[in-house]
């Protein structure tokens, strides 16, 4: 697991600090949308703060 310096990136999966894993879907506008596990809507942040919270992790 790397934390990474790069714009997020759509069906990569990213986990925060607690280990909540995410998926993104898309990335426009400089917003991120992504699901979390085990929650069935949409969550949306600026990249910004993504980056900041989540760390990519490697498949």
Same mark, same amino acid.
């Given at each position: 697991? $790397? +934390?990474? *310096? /790069?714009?997020?990136?759509?069906? =990569? /999966?990213? =986990?925060?600090? =607690?280990?909540?894993? $995410? /998926?993104? *879907?898309?990335?426009? =506008?400089? &917003? #991120?949308?992504?699901? &979390? ?11 910004? &703060?993504?980056? +900041?919270?989540?760390?990519? #992790?490697?498949?």
């Amino acid at each position: 697991m $790397v +934390k990474t *310096t /790069s714009t997020p990136l759509p069906n =990569h /999966s990213y =986990h925060d600090a =607690h280990g909540q894993m $995410v /998926s993104v *879907t898309a990335v426009a =506008h400089n &917003r #991120v949308t992504f699901y &979390r596990e085990d929650y069935q809507f949409p969550c949306v942040q600026p990249i910004e &703060r993504f980056m +900041k919270e989540y760390t990519e #992790v490697k498949q």
